[in-house]
Every structure is written in C-alpha cells, then in structure tokens.
C-alpha cells in the first residue's frame, strides 16, 4: 500500500503579508521578517521507484525566523534525512549553466599561425540559499487532530514528523505554535492532507550551528518509495507575489526527464550572437529566457542541459563552463548506484521552470525516459581576424563579415527582443569592437505563435488536396467505363 | 443558404469516408507540431514511422491481396504512431509501425484483428525493449482542446467514425476524475480542466479507440467497453501514476472487445459497408 500512496512533498514556509516565494512551497517563519525567494533549485534523483529529493532555497532573513514544512508520502525514518553540502549546489548549477563561448577567426592573408580558440564564460554568479530557523514548542495536539508522528535531530536541523487529518487543523496547530500562515493556505494543504501525506517541520537547532549565519546551514536530502516522480509547486503559490523561477537538476540510470504535465521544451541554443553581449550575457540569458516563456504560452518547462555525465564518459561538456561533477559529487547529489566501484550511467538533466499560478494548476509531473541525446544552452561570440586584409580573401572576408555580423543582430533580436540603436556602426566597423552600444528593449507584446491557425490551415489544406485527388479518381474511374 | 452550404461540405471525400477524414486531422496535427512546437528535428523519425507503415501494410496488401483501400488504414496506423511513438533507437521506428500492422493479420478473431494496430505498436517495443516512451505533455494545452472539440463536432455532424467511444470514454475520465479531484481533494476547477485537455488523452479518445475495427461491433456493447476503458485508465493514472494510462488501458481491454462480441450480437463492421451520406 505505500508504494500506493499519494507521494506529493512541498516545503511550506507560512508567513503573513510578506512576499514569500518559494519552490515546493512557503516557508514558515514566525516573525514578520523580509524574506525574498525567486529562485530556487532542487536536485531529483530517480532510480526505479526510488527519489532523492535535495531541496535548497535561496531563504534570505534572519536564521531564527524561518522553518519549513515538507509534505511527504509516509513517516520517514531517520537514515531516510540527511544533511548534504551545499557545495554540490554550487558544482551542479555552474557545471551546467547556459554557456557563452568565444571563438577568434584566423587572418584570412597568410601572414600569422592559424589558431583558433575559445574562451568560456559562467552565466550567473547564483547567490548561495539556505534554510532559516525557528525555534518551535510543541504544545498539545489534540485539539488539532494533529499527530507528532516522529521526532528526529538531522545535522543542524531539528525535524518533526506531523500528520493532519484537515487542513484547518494544521492551519491552527501551525497559528498557535506562532507560525503565520497564508490566509488561502487551507485550500491548498488540503488535497494533500486527504492524499494522506504527513507533513515535516524543519527548523534549526542553534546550538549546533557554529555560526548564526543562515548561510551555513545545509541543504536537506530525503529519499523515499514512491510510484510518483513529481515535485509539488502549488503550495508555493498560495502566496506567491509573481512567477517564480526553479532549476531541477535530475539524474537517472537511463536517459533525459521529460514533464508529462507540462511541455518540455529546448531552449534556442547555438547561435552566433554580436561580440558586444558578453559583458552583459547574464542579461542576455534572462531576455532569452522570458522570450521563450512567453513564446511558449508560459506555461512550458525548459530544457537548459541534458548529458550523460557517468564517470566512464570522457566529454561531458563542450565547453565546460565548470569542471564536471566527479562520481563522488554525484554519490553526494544522491546517485547512490556509482558507489560501489564508480560503475554505472548517471544522465544529467538540468530544466528550468517559471511557473505562476495561473498557468500551473498542477504539480510538476516527471517521467524517466531513455533519450540520451546531448543538449546544452551556448551561444557563441566570433572575433574577427585582425591584421592585413588587402589581399583577394581578405577582401572576401571583410564582407563576409559584414553579412555575419548582420545576422547576429538579427540572431540578437529574435532571441531577445532586443534592437540595438547604434547597430549599424557594429556592422561596418568590423576591426574595432563596438564599445558604446546601446540597447533598445523592444520586448512588450506577447507573442502568439498562431497554433490554432496553423492546424486549421492544415486541415483545410490536407482536405481540399484529398478532395482533388478523389475527383480526378472518379473522373479517371468514368473514362475507363465502356461508352 | 447554409443547408446547402452543409450539403455540399457534406459531399467532400473526408465525410464520405471516416478513414480520410482521420487522415486529414492526424496530418494536421502533425503540421501543428512540427511548425508551432518545432518538432523539425524529430522529422527523420517521423518520415521513418511513416514510411516503415505504409510499406508494411502494401506489403500484406499485394500478399493477401487486400483491397487497394486499405492503405488507408495502414496511413492512420502510422500517423498515429509518428505522433504518439517515441524511441532514441531508430530501429524501434521501424519496428512499431511494423509490429503494429503486421499483428492485424496475425492476431484475429471471427473477422476482426484483436489489438489496435497503432496502440499494439507503441506498446510492444515499450515491454519488449523498454527503449521507446511516450510524451504525454509534448502537445501543451492551448491550442488542442479547441480543436479537438471542433474534430469532435464536425465527427457528430456528419456521422463519421464512432464518436459514441470516444465520448464515452472521455465523460468517465471527466466525472471519475471531478470527483476525486475537485470533489474529494479539493483541487480547483482549473486542476480538471489542464488535466482534460491534455492533447495526449484527446488524440486517444478522438483517433485511436475509434478504430471501428477494434471496438465492439454492437453499441450497447461499445459504452460499457469505453467506459472499462475509462475507469482502467483512471485507476491506472490515480493509483498508479501511469502518464500513460490510456494506452494500456486499451491494450488491456483486447480481449474484452471478444468476450463483448460474443455476449452482444451484432454485425461485423465493414469499411465498405459505409453507405454515402444522402445530400
């Protein structure tokens, strides 16, 4: 029966008139501190019926006001909790961050040594989340028709095992404990209470933290049983101000994770872009990335990096813009099947999700699949080549360089929405590097990519093409009859 | 005026004929995949599924010699399975289509082949080889449930296909699944409506449990096999968590459509029994 159990976890932090983002849930924090989460990234590891939940979220407050609430499919035993470091985070997110790589032409007149070479730049310097902290008392539960069902000390944290058999009973057991909770907070603990999860609050012991910092506590790791390969997000919802962005990192003995729920889709990757974005190619990522959003009807989940990183596999990237997760990484990410002797395929998959509630009505829904084809998100700068351009291919090359360089524009627009007002000049002064370029956002309207039309077009088209054959089959049909 | 209007759509090809009218709405959506979801790079899996089809199925056309309509069929079989099939083996692609017809001669009974050619296909390599899958979130909701509805309206209208299934077997998902969901759980309206208009489930309902051919022959026998099918994939989605339900539902449900056919007599159902409709 318990691998029939409705598995759905979601971390809830409950927090009165604040903006609280979070991924899997809301957090819980008792005073009216400022909190801030918009990002948030989780690692998945599937294996069979088998999940490995690392959560992290970029909690920024003060350490003794926060605490999470996870909803889990049964009452996890102790070795089921662990504490990783976050360190894996870090190693994850810029081992497989979209890349922007540098390529130089060589000089198209014989004088120098032929070279080409690249440069790789990191996307997002990603600020570290934490977990926050709450000293909680448990008081009587009876009133509440909620059970203490276990009590564990993981690491720094202090866990407790709740179970709820409704909403506005948890939603008071949280209130007098002194957690403000969301006032629509019941409506969405309450699918989850009757799926008959159990809901886990984490807080910090601070006694066990050298430091006060927040910043130093550990990323939470939970592995469980479950037919169900998902992630909830609408418990983050209940007071999410806006969309909210999370990265999911998943492996798999098998192949890329697909959503079932939600498209799947690749991210524009490959294109030349203008010399001059690289200063700015965070920003260029996030136009990017919200082009597409909204392209994709916001409602899409986004492939940034699919590759099978297993330690017997020699090229894990090209280029890497980090050094690959070694086999112990991965062990530590929850890969637990590369631990006896390293052997084994471990496929990385790394979507990107921003989701609000009015376009995600459910859960995040995830299905193993055996498609091992490579994905990564990198753009590419070309220098020109420098040095003697008179003769006949140098020449040549000059205005192929001015056609290419008005194709990266082009490239630029279509992929972020961006015009550039002193374009032009980049176009023409191919020897110099354009310094003093200015952006203009052009990206306002909502773009509609017409599917209705072009399946009706289709279906108009297809079936005056079949009706034009049937005619001229029956009108062949009629001159074959004998007079 | 409009009644005119309706008799002269009413004499195209695509309403005298159910199969050219599922021909039409399954290239269409191959169309919207793969200029609106860019599918331009599953093209070489595409053209292999369709092509490995409908060499199958002339291949059993010139050794049984069949009617030269039947390639209808062996076309709806394969344009199902270049929507629904996926596989990183190439020769998976080949394999489906061919499985998947080739069963409708191999497999019969009393006339009538057992599985759904298509289903059978996507099936078969799944638990033979475990290397293929399906998407079932690869459509997006927007733009399907319009058109799948339209599909739905012009199939009533013009009395092509048996829409009776495919109804039937989406009003047993539909309240099955408000109850729990909405009803019990407590999950909003919206949480019903995602899960409805999932292209997946339409592209199900709508093209592939309506194969005359695998459906039971008499009406009465028809509902109560739809809802089976229903109430299994709900059982399967629910408890289960299969993505894809649907389809082993109606793999599971084969052998029911036999033991229907024999408790509910009715006469086998012939393509070219189809009489045109009176304009």
Known sequence: MKSLKLFILASAALLSGLQVNAFC????????????????????????????????????????????????PTVLKENDIKVVDKSIFEKLNEYSAPRLVEYYDSPPCPVEIVTEDYEVYDMLDQNWPAFGNLTMSVADESNYRVNVEARYEVGEYEILILSAEESDGLRRWLTDH???????????????????????VVKVNLHKLSGSSFEELSPIQLTYNSDRFMLPIRLGMANANGPQDMIVYTFTNQGRVECTNYRTVELPSNRNIPLFVEPQFGDFYKALYEKSWKQEGRNSVFLEYAWDVSPQQSVKCDPCVGPPPIANDLVKAGVDWLQNGWQGTAYFTRMHVRYERDKFPQDLQFQTTTNKERY???????????GDMSCEEGQKYLK????????????????????VKNG??????FNNRLEDYEFSPVMTQEEDR???WTLLLSFLGISTLIMVIARAGKKRKLQSLPA | MSTSILSLVKKHPIFQDPRLFQITALSSFLAYGVFNLDWITDLPRIF???????FTQLFFMVGLRLPFDSWKSGAITSLGLSLLFQSSTPLMWILAPVLGISSKYFIRTKGKHVFNPANLGVILPIVLFGDAWISPGQWGSSAMLLFFFSSAALMVLFRVGRIDTSLTFLLTILVLEYFRSVVYLGWEFDWLFHKMSNGSLLLFAFFMITDPRTTPNASGARILWAVGIGVLSFVLTSWFYLHTAPMWALFFAAPAMVVLDKIFKANVFQWTSIKPLQS
């Open chain 1, 25 to 72: 849930g809301f957090y819980v924090a008792r005073a009216d501190a400022k909190l801030f989460n918009n990002k948030s990234e989780v690692i998945l590891v599937r294996n069979g019926d088998k999940t490995t939940v690392t959560m992290s979220n970029d909690f920024q407050g003060d350490v003794k006001d926060f605490a999470m609430v996870v909803p889990v």
């Open chain 1, 424 to 429: 032009n000049s980049y176009i023409k002064e």
């Open chain 2, 48 to 54: 292999t599924i369709l092509s490995a089809g409908i």
């Open chain 1, 400 to 419: 192929e360089l001015e056609q290419r360089r008005k194709r990266e524009l082009d490239e630029l627009a279509a992929l972020t929405g961006w015009g």
């Open chain 1, 178 to 200: 002194d957690y403000k909770i969301p006032e629509n907070a019941d409506e969405v603990l309450d699918p989850y209470i009757k799926s008959n999860m159990k809901f886990f």
């Open chain 1, 450 to 452: 017409g599917g209705i």
């Open chain 1, 376 to 386: 990564q998100c990198r753009y590419i700068l070309t220098h020109p080549a420098s």
